[in-house]
């Protein structure tokens, strides 16, 4: 099934932008074209944490939007991308970092995604190292599907997962309140 998602998807990888922005020394892609169509970069932003600058997010949606809230919400076609900019980020502190970002867009409710949110971090497995590219791309019919560096690595169903994990950097306790401001108001 990835396999087959995975050809069916490959130009979310293969989109060449028209410009590119750049944010702390990475090249963010102005848009992506998933199965044809044709997502907007909404905006980018680094994650620092204890002074480290971990990865730069860009936000990807149909057409731009600013309301946050309305994008967790929306069962459309949206992907975040992060590139790895730290040689700090490892495979633990991608899983950790991400769990605690799940309890934070649940308000502690993880319970009834727990699986789901297990076979996303399987996609951490392999060591991450600085230079990795993490595309979380949501079609409604297909789910949430994470690419590392252009390969498929596991896929998720269901609109309830997708505003959870998309709500990590959107919710109104995002992981950095600074990168959500950036995602929405670039």
Excluded: C
Excluded at 11 to 32: G, H, I, M, R, W
């Amino acid at each position: 099934m990835i396999r087959l998602l995975s050809a069916v998807l490959i130009s979310v990888v293969v989109a060449l932008p028209a410009q590119a922005l750049k944010v702390k020394d990475t090249e963010v892609a102005d848009t992506l074209t998933l199965n044809n169509q044709e997502l907007v970069l909404n905006g980018a932003g680094v994650r620092s944490k204890f002074f480290v600058n971990a990865y730069v997010a860009a936000l990807y949606l149909p057409a731009a939007d600013q309301d946050a809230n309305r994008i967790v919400a929306a069962d459309e076609p949206m992907a975040i991308r992060l590139h790895i900019t730290s040689g700090m980020i490892n495979a633990k502190r991608m899983s950790e970092s991400t769990r605690d970002g799940f309890v934070r867009s649940t308000g502690g409710n993880t319970a009834p995604i727990e699986k789901e949110i297990e076979t996303l971090i399987s996609a951490f497995a392999e060591e991450v190292k600085e230079g990795d590219v993490f595309d979380m791309v949501y079609q409604p019919a297909a789910g949430v599907t994470v690419y590392r560096n252009g390969e498929a690595k596991t896929q998720v169903q269901g609109l309830h997962f997708k505003q959870a994990l998309f709500g990590i950097w959107l919710s109104e306790d995002a992981i950095q309140s600074s990168l959500r401001k950036a995602l929405v108001n670039s």
